[in-house]
């Protein structure tokens, strides 16, 4: 059974990049897309953009200027930058698999990790 | 965007209830819907993709229907642990947006 974990820093300062990884085990990596979404109280569910392991990329239009995913398929690992952020990214980041190709939805998340934007 | 909304907001039932939340696109999406539980301090789960196939281990009082733009998510007979937010989300048109969330409590 597939599982995801994020990892990075709890606590990033404004005008920083936030930068996360999700590890991905029990399953190829090279089967699925692989999203990133975020959750913070003022704006419920985001979905930031999502990665194939080709390093094809798809982001949300109101981050595309600021975001880059990008994949390692050797560590089964995939990663999201955010630049320049402010308290307004403050939020619950999870990685999600994103089985589109097959029809479904986000179907296996990871446990989330909360960032913090703060000086 | 296409925006999604959810009504209500939030909603009480008892045990055994027959428990139905909304979720209706600023547009068509066909059948590009999924339904998400999400308990405190947890991740969302999938429940329903494509607005009606359930998603392997969820239990089958738990379905879903719709197309276009009007779904439904639908518990048969409420039971104690689906106290939760439900959301809806779909994936016809990025960016992939979601329902503000249905907070779900057990009276």
Redesign the interface.
Known sequence: QVQLQESGPGLVKPSETLSLTCTVSGDSISRYYWSWIRQSPGKGLEWIGYIYYSGSTNYNPSLKSRVTISVDTSSYQFSLNLRSVTAADTAVYYCARDSRFYGSGLDSWGQGTLVTVSS | ?IQMMQSPFSLSAFVGDRVTVTCRASQTISTDL?W?QQKPG?????LI??AS?L?SGVPSRFSGSGSGTDFTLTISSLQPEDCATY?C?Q?YS?????G??TKLEIK
Request: no cysteine.
């Open positions: 965007d999924s998400y947890k991740a969302p789960k999938l993709y494509a196939s998603q959301y989300q994936s990025f960016p992939y947006t979601f503000q969330g």
